[in-house]
């Protein structure tokens, strides 16, 4: 197919490459926007423009952030003590959503792997370390998927804290082997959080 | 929550409003995308906002036009001579994926209603009439959903065509009861346009 048809398969095919549509439910939300063009199409092009524009990485946590610093870095009423590490953006929003985080967060950007080398170095670690000497942390949450990859970084983050007098937690009771944080319900992760214990 | 993270909030529930997609799914996408500003969001904004203000609805048969017209009508190799009236553009769209059909088509935008008082006049069926009187037609190819809706629109636009000397059709073999085209596999439209039967 040729002409102007064109740019909407490009559309679809562009809706297709988001996780959770395929080539035909990306077409009937393509159709549902064509015909929705003014109440819904070009409203959902401004606002994607405006947030893929407007985002960042926040320099200090590795969050999303609108602004210079995401707005949990920036908060003056989220505790200065206590830093959560998780793997991705995606865990610290399921965090989020629980609400029984009242800290503040570091964005490992993955996990710890040799297969795909990926090293402390790849993974904001030294920045993790930075912000334990700079800031006045006192305890550091490990809030990491409980895979084996997690967990080996879990194990190397506590024990690259050690000797640095900062308390090391990790998420406990709640969370099942082999479970990712982000399919969990809210409440089990308020659970685990609530019932931490030390590595 | 305010601040910075209500923009995304927001764009998060703009896609849970796309079909297929809900609040849990939309976030995803949304991180996705937030993941791959440059490569895939920015992109998809500019791509839906062309679509958006370049897209309208074709005057002559009512598909989705890029241009003035829409490129079916503007195609010199489509037949004059037989017209295929769908409900809507996505039953147009499942008939051009089955390939099988090489006239023009003509969407009547919905199917006649008591209930929601849906009556000829909201249906773009005058003009089907009036094209059918202007243009060189010889067939009308009723392609409706085999519903209660699609079949008494069906046989209302026949009755309306009595008179008018061109043949009135409808797909046939294949469309199984109570089924809806867009959901069906392209080889079973093509199938049912070939055994097309006179109603
Ligand atoms: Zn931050
Ligand atoms: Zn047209």
Redesign the interface.
Known sequence: MS???D??E??IA??A?????GPR?A???V?????K??G????????????????RDCPICGN????ASC?IC?SPARAIGEICVVED??DL?ALERGGAFKGRYHVLGGTLSALDAIGPEELRIPQLIARIRAEAVTEVILALNATVEGQTTAHYIAEALEGTGVRVTSLAQGVPIGGELDYLDDGTISAALRARRAL
Do not use: F, N
């Open positions: 002409g102007p048809r740019e909407i490009a559309l562009q809706m490459r988001l996780p959770g549509l439910s077409r009937r939300a159709l549902h926007l064509l015909r063009r003014e819904q199409m070009a409203p959902l092009a401004a606002a994607l423009s405006r947030v893929a524009e407007t985002a999303i952030a609108m602004g707005e920036d953006v995606a929003w």
